[in-house]
């Protein structure tokens, strides 16, 4: 039973485009939503949240959208730099509970 | 700070073994938790703790243990390893409510 799901594993943009990750979820009980970053041997890194009052939060060059119709969360990033490959889960809870994530996209990033 | 902290970065046990994964945190985090990442998986919680002396399971509890006697230390205790258990571990730890932060992660393999 995957509450949050990512169904691309990834996604390969040219540098200076824009790059879209997608993450959906069915638990309609969550309440927040986060995407974390993360570099190889490394541990993932939080990148932006969105609550669920809201439907878009921006910071910098990184905005999530949220679809509470659609169940549906999304990351844009632009423009899109060498340095932000890696592979980003997406990730969800509801009050205090415990965070729910993804299977996690691998952006490249390509010059 | 230092952070979320693990030891050690690398292990590699027999089937059968036994060992404890170390976890430690100096932001006075109320909750911590352990994941597991595997390829196409994501991260999945393994065990989680909402305050010294309290701990519970997660989505992949069976095979391993924890303890939260103090709110800095979450070890994480591997009863009769497995190959199935070859992974990434994470510890994590935030303020309830708080954005989430991760350990560099130990890579434990089974033979």
């Known amino acids: 039973d995957q509450q949050v799901k990512q169904n691309s594993p990834s996604l390969s943009v040219q540098e200076g485009r824009i790059s879209i990750l997608n993450c959906d979820y069915t638990?309609?009980?969550?309440?927040?939503f986060l995407w974390y970053k993360k570099y190889p041997a490394e541990g993932p890194t939080f990148l932006i949240s969105?609550?669920?009052?809201?439907d878009k939060n921006e910071d910098g060059r990184f905005t999530v959208f949220l679809n509470k119709s659609a169940k549906h969360l999304s990351l844009h990033i632009v423009p899109s730099q060498p340095g932000d490959s890696a592979v980003y889960f997406c990730?969800?809870?509801?009050?205090?509970?415990?965070?729910?994530f993804g299977q996690g996209t691998r952006l490249t990033i390509n010059p | 700070n230092a952070g979320v902290t693990q030891t050690p970065k690398f292990q590699v046990l027999k089937t059968g073994q036994s060992m404890t994964l170390q976890c430690a945190q100096d932001?006075?985090?109320?909750?911590m938790s352990w994941y597991r990442q595997d390829p196409g998986m994501g991260l999945r919680l393994i065990h989680y703790?909402?305050?010294?002396?309290?701990?519970d399971q997660g989505e992949v509890p069976n095979g391993y243990n924890v303890s939260r006697s103090t709110t800095e230390d979450f070890p994480l205790r591997l009863l009769s390893a497995a190959p199935s258990q070859t992974s990434v571990y994470f510890c994590?730890?935030?303020?309830?409510?708080?954005?989430?932060?991760f350990g560099p992660g130990t890579r434990l393999t089974v033979t």
């Open positions: 994590a730890s935030r303020l309830t409510g708080g954005e989430q932060y």
């Open positions: 638990n309609s009980m969550f309440d927040y």
């Open positions: 969105i609550s669920s009052i809201k």
């Open positions: 990730a969800a809870r509801w009050g205090a509970q415990k965070l729910v």
């Open positions: 932001m006075n985090h109320e909750y």
């Open positions: 703790s909402v305050g010294a002396g309290i701990t």
